[in-house]
């Protein structure tokens, strides 16, 4: 059933977008990231234009990301307050990132610059990931005790200390917020969420429990995104409702499908699983970049 | 002076001797929610008040053009071991969508200046000026472009597709095709002898979104907080939904 998108201006299959959206709406649930950096390159291949590619993107996630919230909120493994500290670092950091953004542009090469930053982050912390989850299934598999990481590192010497009870956490508010910072700066630039670079920070750097990572993630992710939807709205009107819709009716259903998934899933397994996938993705924009690419002319509308 | 020059213009040119009359089936395309396309009927007829000089034969072109808009066309070069833009065109203006519809070939039946004049073929109806000084083959990035839309059928070359009966009646198809854009789509008629243009006349198809993408896009525009203040709202309500249901479900 083909469905004319009236901001995009393209006819689209509408089963073609619910399915998409459902794919990643499940990973969104499951991993806890928003999925922003598996389906705005998606919508670019089936014809959806950039700009309104992203902008529509960001409304999706915040449906997939609020009806995942919920599923966690339910098993109460949000951490409202380590959210709150974060979510205030990367409100910070995406207004200096949208800075940082004008700035680039106004060297050229912007395009570019979004790709590589995408490969590089996705390639570090991807092979991070798998690396350290692999060796604990190993480890686990060979019947010895699964050692907790590391409690006490410098994170742990600084002021401003804080409880944060679902986390089981004692420490100061400066890392979560500088983590917070460092991610909207990101999600700024590279147009995401974030939740692929903030679900391993809050592990390996703040040492939260994976369990309540995922929904604290997504909680953070909610407000980010309807900040960047609400800015694209007003400011270049490329959110488009009715590409929105076909995505978020797939992408709700997907995230309750993909919590559950999740909570049956290992610690270990949910950590392989998603580095996996970022390593696949980080693959495939490294080949692109590599590989010659069957046309070398391209149309960008409008002038500079 | 200029009123003698006029006359004497009139003079040495012969009377209008053939002219062309033409209609669509539809001057109007309303591009609703399910929209998947158009196909236009377009016919008419050569009127003759007087003999014509017929040894040549009559050709018909008919071009449809989509609202122009300037467009940069970027091509990829090899540095340090990865694929990036490295140089740029810009064109003026290029029709969102372009078909140009003949009884025959193109460049056997239009002559260069008559093409020149009226910007009949694709190549001339798009219009370029000037290239930035780094880049010397500006031609290809032309010809990129026209291969680019060529290939999804924006532009589109239907050479033979208008049928001409007895030198009078002429008919062709032109499909619009699902991307459209909105806008007023020119639609020119011309008929050629001897690769010159004879006569030609102009009609307009209106394409407007209707209803629900009407609705929106005005939304869109006129209201861009209240839109994304919706936009946000129908998301939250759809995850809320499904929590809801899915919970409901489970217990």
């Not at chain 1, 902008?55 to 949000?78: P, W």
């Not at chain 1, 991610?183 to 592990?203: D, N, Q, R, T």
């Amino acid at each position: 059933m083909q469905i004319y998108l009236p901001i995009a201006e393209v006819s689209v299959n509408a089963f073609l977008l619910l399915g998409l959206g459902g794919m990643v709406g499940i990973l969104s649930g499951m991993f806890g990231v928003g999925g922003g950096f598996l389906m705005t390159p998606l919508l670019f291949f089936i014809g959806i234009p950039p700009a309104v590619a992203v902008a529509t993107e960001a409304n999706q996630i915040v449906a997939s990301s609020f009806s995942g919230v919920l599923a966690h909120f339910r098993r109460k493994t949000v951490d409202l307050r380590m959210g709150t500290v974060l979510l205030i670092g990367g409100l910070i950091g995406a207004a200096l990132g949208v800075a940082i953004f004008n700035y680039l542009k106004s060297l050229g090469q912007v395009d570019l610059l979004i790709r590589l930053s995408y490969v590089v982050f996705l390639g570090i912390i991807g092979s991070l990931m798998f690396v350290e989850s692999l060796n604990a299934l190993r480890k686990s598999a060979k019947g010895a005790p699964v050692p907790t990481r590391r409690k006490h590192n410098w994170v742990h010497n600084l002021p401003f200390k804080m409880k944060f009870r679902t986390s089981g956490l004692y420490i100061s508010v400066i890392p979560p917020a500088l983590v917070g910072v460092f991610v909207g700066i990101l999600s700024a630039i590279m147009g995401v969420g974030g939740g692929f670079i903030m679900v391993p920070a809050m592990i390996y750097l703040l040492g939260m429990p994976t369990k309540v990572v995922v929904g604290t993630s997504l909680f953070q992710i909610i407000f980010v995104t309807a900040f960047t939807t609400l800015l694209h709205a007003t400011t270049n009107f490329t959110v488009d409702m009715v590409l929105a819709v076909l995505l978020l009716v797939g992408g709700v259903v997907g995230a309750q499908f993909g919590a559950q998934l999740g909570a049956r899933l290992k610690a270990e397994q949910l950590r392989i699983l998603l580095a996996a996938l970022v390593l696949v993705v980080c693959g495939k924009l490294a080949l692109d970049l590599l590989l010659m690419p069957s046309n070398l002319y391209s149309i960008g509308t409008g002038g500079h | 002076m200029l009123r003698l020059v006029l006359m004497l213009i009139l003079l040495v040119l012969p009377a209008q001797a053939e002219e062309v009359v033409a209609d669509l089936s539809q001057d109007r395309v309303a591009i609703t929610t399910n929209f998947d396309g158009s196909e236009i009927l377009i016919f008419g007829a050569v009127k003759r008040e007087q003999a014509v000089d017929d040894t040549a034969p009559l050709d018909v072109i008919v071009t449809v053009s989509g609202p122009s808009e300037p467009m940069t066309v970027r091509r990829k070069d090899r540095v340090a071991g990865i694929w990036v833009n490295t140089a740029a065109v810009e064109v003026d203006a290029a029709p969102s969508f372009y078909a140009v519809a003949t009884t025959g070939p193109l460049t056997d039946i239009l002559s260069e200046t008559e093409d020149l004049r009226h910007h009949i073929s694709i190549n001339r109806a798009i219009r370029a000026v000037g290239a930035p000084e780094d880049v010397t083959d500006s031609p290809n990035f032309i010809q990129a472009l026209i291969d680019i839309k060529l290939e999804d059928e924006t532009y589109q070359t239907l050479e033979g597709a208008v049928e001409l009966t007895d030198e009078t009646l002429f008919s062709t198809r032109v499909a619009l095709p699902a991307n459209l854009r909105e806008g007023e789509y020119a639609t020119r008629f011309f008929l050629i002898r001897d690769g010159d243009v004879v006569d030609n006349s102009e009609t307009t198809i209106f394409v407007q979104k209707v209803g629900l993408e009407r609705l929106l896009y005005n939304l869109a525009h006129q209201q861009p907080l209240m839109y994304g203040l919706l936009s946000l709202f129908i998301a939250i309500a759809a995850g809320w939904t499904a929590s809801a249901v899915f919970t409901y479900i489970r217990s």
